[in-house]
């Protein structure tokens, strides 16, 4: 039976429903409008990647997102824009600084943990207002077919319309990122068919099924709600007549719908530092190194997990290969972090808490913790519901690759290498931005002190100075070890915040505005 | 134990006064917003009683709002407020304030109407200028500035000293270890390096006064049992046609006005928040809200005072304050983390609880019997919420740099020293806590 919440894959972009895994090389072209009208035209007949399923699978692959600037560029009108969120109207560096302000960073950067090093004045792109890309044009291809594809891409009419302000290229991925640790495991599970219950007495526990709106606007969210996106009365703007309706407001058309936001992030990653600091607190033992290094990741290397697997696959995952296995655990028995430190990077990332704490199994209990009763350690509770905090990972590794073994060794070569952070979800500050603020960069995430993420963390100290370069390995019967004086393993390079439009939506995109009136 | 209390002094703004009034505030800061505990005008630092303060500039940027409901706005001066957070008694704080800081403070009263630099009693019109809390939230009832401060320094030389001693003895038995640094930190008290504060006796009039609060109320609700009974159906009746009738704020917030407030925030782990709106119109809201803030001011004081309000565990102090003849609602608070994660907290926790107060305020989203929707349309929520926010023009914390969950730990840690003879499963989560 088909009914009207079935998705139109063709109107997606690929990279929402797929990684493009089988597609080893990629190059994200960040650009800026040079000429307008040759750029709309060039958008009206780009060869973009949908979400269909093909067979067999495509060879070549490409999606396009916009900036603000570049919606502004391209001649959107600024009352369609301010439809957007607040978050991506005023990008990834919004800029709210004084000059008596002593850390020469916004609000924004604050709390994404872009200050010290991270901060915008430092990065290659995207941190002043002049080196804002416009739109990404993002390219994959099989090996050694990537050349070709840029060269076809960038060809006649490319030049007139846009002018290359950079160029991400990828590595050739394996599945491990540039620290060696196999990635990309715990991805949510896009509930396309609305198949499970947003309402709150239905979510107690961990689920990795997650509402299509929380990555694609103009969908129900996790609250069963729609985010705020542009919705167009095609009365005053005729060329909106192209986009979907909006199905929250049947009278208006959803520029919104099928898109999502991407945030991209150059994260540089210090291989030879990461390695050779824990080789330095494991004394040399490589066993130890190992260990302590899975410690701060929460995963061993080949990417199992440090807790014990649950006995069932959460909601949503399939239950078996070795990806399944690797993603089928929560934290629930685990509360003092004694498998799996509380700090740990996957810990920060994904808490896989439910909306209740462990423990909750019938109306008393419910009612109980809900009045904040019944609390079982002294940090109980203290981590937010995973649901509502979900991103969408794309990301791709670049630089050349290096293995820890070498990584220990003085002579261990120091080409910048990292990895270019993808994320996609449809509010930008309660997904990436709350996982960035309050989990990864929060020196309180949990309760734990004196850390952030020990890959991620920029070691900035506190406004009393108190530090954040410390982490915490808890031992059952024993006091906590603790790692410190750690030094700064990641740095933001570059960022932005981009709308990834669907299919209908980019052509209106790509319109003429002054055709619609 | 010494109980918290607060002050909120409030006045009108003289005319022409307010350019310059801001520019003073300013410069005590550090940072946009953010006092500069040393600064000359009002140095925070020098008082050991005060956990937090600060001077907001209160305006009714959303006065027009209540034009949706058919009725014409009053007209609300710009208003100073200067509120604080506090061990003891607030009269006794004031006059120590007088004392100390007079002549900083008739500087920043002297923008205020009939406040006169050379002649008003300082003290007098302090106290004359102080409002009433209908309701006020205090973190940890009995925890004094001087208590938190010595427990910070506690955990943090245990936590050295732990692993020095673990080191040494070789022993990590947690029996051992808890005798070993229950020794260390007699030594550390005795060479003056470490002190642990009694608790000071409890003023037998807030005592007996707070044991009379405690009994009254459900006495009180006993007595009106049958009226309540009686009246409930009609009271639902009457709320749900308000409900659904009641128009909702759709806009956002103005992006100067975002900025003013993010301007000021996330320089430290703690944040403030004033949000300052009109109480929707007509009898039924107001009483309503006043007995619903009762009910809440009872609940803080007798239940949630150690550390956790709900499923809440960052709110350091709030509260709540009727002005302008019970037509507006100022609520201030200092609360763990960013502001969006502070509303998504209390969203996904507490949204019943969000929505028993606020779904009385003008503008809020649709609720349902008092305590369902409202706060569940999470972003028309922070909107709303953020539009009716007011940035501090200084604001002042005597504790940077730790949130409530630390204040909380290091309570226990000292707890667990403190234990003649502690269990193996009290050892263990004693020792976690280091």
């Excluded at chain 1, 609250?223 to 705020?228: I, V």
């Excluded at chain 2, 509260?319 to 609602?329: C, F, G, I, S, T």
Aim: with cysteine; net charge neutral.
């Amino acid at each position: 039976m088909t009914n009207a919440y079935d998705i139109d894959f063709n109107d997606l972009q690929g990279l929402l429903r797929f990684a493009h895994g089988q597609l080893s090389e990629a190059c994200f072209l960040l650009l800026k409008v040079i000429d307008p009208k040759a750029a709309r035209d060039w958008l009206r007949t780009a060869p973009v990647t949908t979400a269909a399923t093909a067979n067999p699978l495509p060879e070549r692959a490409l999606q396009v997102a916009f900036t603000a600037p570049g919606l502004r560029a391209l001649g959107m009108p600024a009352a369609v824009i301010n439809g957007f969120s607040e978050e991506f109207i005023t990008g990834m560096v919004a800029d709210d600084n004084q000059s008596r302000c002593s850390e020469d960073v916004g609000n924004r950067s604050r709390r994404l943990g872009d200050v010290g090093n991270n901060k915008p004045a430092c990065w290659k792109w995207g941190g002043a207002e002049a080196n804002i890309p416009h739109l990404v044009i993002m390219l994959y291809a099989c090996l050694d077919g990537l050349d070709a594809w840029q060269e076809q891409i960038q060809g006649p009419g490319f030049d007139n319309a846009f002018q290359l302000t950079a160029t991400l290229k990828s590595a050739l991925p394996g599945p491990q990122e540039p620290f060696g640790f196999v990635d990309g495991i715990s991805q949510p599970e896009i509930d396309w068919q609305r198949s499970i219950s947003t309402d709150r007495h239905e979510r107690d526990r961990y689920s990795n099924k997650l509402a299509v709106g929380e990555l694609l606007l103009g969908h129900p969210n996790e609250y069963g709600l729609y985010t705020t996106r542009p919705l167009l009365d095609p009365k005053s703007t005729p060329a909106a007549h192209q986009l979907p309706l909006a199905e929250d407001q049947p009278k208006l058309r959803d520029l919104g719908r099928n898109g999502t936001y991407l945030v991209v992030r150059q994260l540089e990653q210090d291989v030879p530092r990461f390695w050779k600091y824990v080789d330095g607190e494991a004394n040399s033992d490589a066993e130890e190194r190992e260990r302590l290094a899975a410690a701060m990741v929460g995963r061993q290397r080949d990417g199992t997990p440090l807790v014990e697997p649950d006995s069932a696959p959460a909601t949503g995952n399939a239950d078996d290969g070795p990806r399944a296995k690797a993603d089928q655990f929560t934290f629930d028995a685990d509360p003092h972090g004694e498998r799996c430190p509380i700090g740990a990077h996957i810990r920060r990332a994904n808490p896989r808490t439910g909306d209740f704490p462990v423990g909750v199994s019938g109306m008393l209990t419910r009612l109980v913790r809900t009045l904040g009763f019944g609390r079982r350690h002294a940090h109980d509770d203290l981590i937010a519901s995973a649901r509502f905090h979900r991103i969408l990972r794309r990301g791709r590794v670049y630089g050349p690759a290096l293995t820890p073994e070498d990584a220990v060794k003085a002579d261990a070569t120091t080409d910048e290498r990292g990895l270019h952070f993808v994320c996609l979800g449809a509010s930008i500050v309660r997904q990436f931005e709350f996982v960035q603020n309050a989990w990864a960069m929060s020196t309180r995430f949990a309760g734990v002190s004196r850390q952030s993420d020990p890959l991620l963390g920029n070691r900035e100290p506190l406004l009393n100075g108190e530090e954040s370069n410390q982490f915490t390995i808890p031992q059952p019967d024993a006091p906590a070890r603790c790692l410190k004086d750690m030094p700064q393993f990641v740095t933001v390079r570059g960022g932005a915040y981009f709308f990834m439009p669907g299919i209908k939506a980019l052509q209106f995109i790509a319109s003429d505005p002054s055709e619609g009136g | 134990m010494i109980p918290q209390s607060i002050f909120t002094i409030t006045a009108n703004i003289a005319s022409g006064k307010e350019e310059g009034l801001r520019e003073l505030l300013t410069s005590m800061n550090q940072a946009p917003g953010v006092a500069d505990p040393r600064n000359t005008l009002l140095p925070f630092y020098q008082f050991g009683r005060l956990h937090g303060a600060r001077f907001v500039i209160i305006e009714a940027n959303t006065n027009d709002d209540l034009r949706a409901y058919g009725v014409e706005p009053g007209q609300w001066p710009p208003t100073l407020g200067f509120i604080g957070d506090i061990d003891g008694a607030s009269d006794i704080f004031l006059a120590e304030l007088a004392v100390r800081a007079g002549a900083g403070l008739r500087r920043i009263f002297a923008h205020c109407e009939g406040f006169d630099a050379e002649q008003t009693d300082l003290l007098a019109w302090m106290k004359r200028h102080n409002r009433r809390a209908i309701a006020n939230y205090v973190n940890w009832r009995g925890r004094t500035v001087v208590q938190i401060r010595e427990e910070f320094a506690l955990g943090k030389a245990l936590r050295e000293q732990v692993l020095q001693v673990t080191k040494e003895e070789g022993s990590s038995d947690p029996r051992f270890v808890h005798r070993r640094l229950g020794e260390f930190v007699d030594k550390e008290i005795a060479a003056g390096r470490l002190s642990l504060s009694p608790p000071e006796p409890t003023p037998p009039g807030w005592f007996i006064g707070n044991i009379a609060h405690l009994i009254a109320l459900p006495l009180v609700l006993m007595a009106l049992t049958p009226f309540i009974v009686i009246g409930a159906p009609f009271f639902l009746i009457r709320l749900r046609m308000l409900e659904r009738s009641a128009p909702e704020n759709l806009l956002r917030p103005s992006r100067e006005h975002v900025r003013n407030m993010a301007m000021q925030e996330d320089f430290d782990v703690t944040n403030q928040f004033n949000v300052f709106g009109q109480i929707k119109p007509g009898r039924f809201r107001l009483y309503t809200i006043r007995s619903l803030l009762i009910l809440v001011d009872y609940a803080v004081r007798h239940i949630y005072k150690r550390g956790f309000l709900t499923r809440i565990q960052s709110i350091h102090f709030a509260r709540w304050v009727l002005m302008d003849d019970n037509k507006r609602a100022f609520f201030a608070t200092t609360y763990d983390g960013s502001v969006d994660s502070y509303m998504d907290d209390f969203i996904n926790k507490v949204a019943w609880g969000l929505n028993l107060i606020f779904s009385n305020g003008v503008g809020y989203p649709k609720s349902r019997w008092l305590i369902k929707g409202g706060a569940d349309y999470e972003e028309k929520y922070k909107r709303t919420i953020r539009r009716a926010q007011l940035p501090s023009a200084s604001w002042y914390n005597a504790h940077p740099g730790l949130s409530a969950v630390d204040m909380a730990r290091n309570g226990s840690i000292r707890k667990g020293l403190e234990l003649a003879n502690p269990s193996t499963s009290e050892l263990r989560d004693w020792l976690r806590l280091l």
